[in-house]
């Protein structure tokens, strides 16, 4: 865009919409958070400027505010963020995936979500609720573990050597005795997984917590998202082949859904 596009774009913004997104700006860029007084010496603002924008995005969830007084970026916009799915044009996956999810869990009576990968990690993008006694609550928008569950290990199978790599070099945290945290043993586990076409999680993320994952492809075939079932460890073998069948079963009609 040149310079004469610029002026011109510049006259039809809304002031206060820029210095809101300045607020979150700072923010993102503060892993620790930012005050009151960090953001209005950092922005040149007056501090009731920076106070009432704050309120309103607070408001709305866009941020939250720790015990020391201190912003982070909220719980909306992740779930904003879930509707934007990289790598997938311009297809809504969380709504396409709906209705499909919605009878996963009338059909089983268990939570179920849709979750994708991107640059930060693994992002829920839809979710259905349970019915059953029980049944575990999952929400859109929660970030879990890279390389601990059924859908996380589903994703990483599914890259590319060199995106992989760049996973396994990072840090792996062990979240229970099951957490899988030597790369090498990790890199086996997701080849097997790839070559089965489903994945199960035995208490790597949360102890009681078991679930089975099945992936969804695009019509290219390349995997763009991941279904899975979490549900109480101690279930019946036959119970978890009924999960792990239906869990592959909704993805495979997910799949064969997508636009072509």
Do not use: C
Not at 40 to 64: F, G, K
Request: charged content about 25%; glycine content about 6%.
């Amino acid at each position: 865009m040149d310079d004469a596009s610029e002026t011109g774009a510049a006259k039809h913004t809304i002031p206060v919409i820029e210095r809101m997104m300045d607020v979150l700006g700072q923010i993102e860029r503060r892993p620790n958070g930012a005050t009151i007084r960090e953001l209005t010496a950092q922005l040149s603002l007056p501090r009731t400027t920076v106070y009432r924008i704050l309120n309103t995005l607070y408001e709305h969830d866009m941020v939250r505010r720790d015990d020391a007084g201190a912003y982070h970026l909220g719980r909306r916009l992740l779930a904003l963020a879930a509707h934007v799915v990289a790598g997938v044009s311009d297809i809504d996956l969380a709504s396409l995936a709906q209705p499909f999810l919605d009878k996963l869990s009338a059909d089983l009576g268990e939570g179920t979500k849709l979750s994708v990968i991107d640059h930060e990690g693994i992002l829920v993008i839809a979710v259905s609720q349970g019915r059953r006694e029980y049944a575990l609550t999952v929400a859109p928008g929660q970030r879990m573990p890279i390389h601990a569950g059924a859908a996380s290990k589903l994703l990483l199978a599914h890259l590319s050597a060199d995106e992989l790599a760049i996973w396994l070099a990072k840090p792996l945290i062990a979240y229970t005795a099951k957490s899988i945290t030597d790369p090498r043993k990790l890199a086996a586990e997701l080849a097997r997984i790839k070559r089965a076409g489903w994945a199960q999680d035995r208490g790597e993320n949360a102890p009681s917590i078991h679930a089975f994952a099945a992936p969804v492809f695009d019509r290219s075939g390349r995997m763009v998202a991941a279904v899975s079932v979490p549900f109480l460890a101690g279930a019946e073998p036959a119970r978890m082949e009924e999960i792990r069948i239906a869990a592959i079963d909704a993805a495979r009609a997910i799949s064969e859904a997508m636009p072509i």
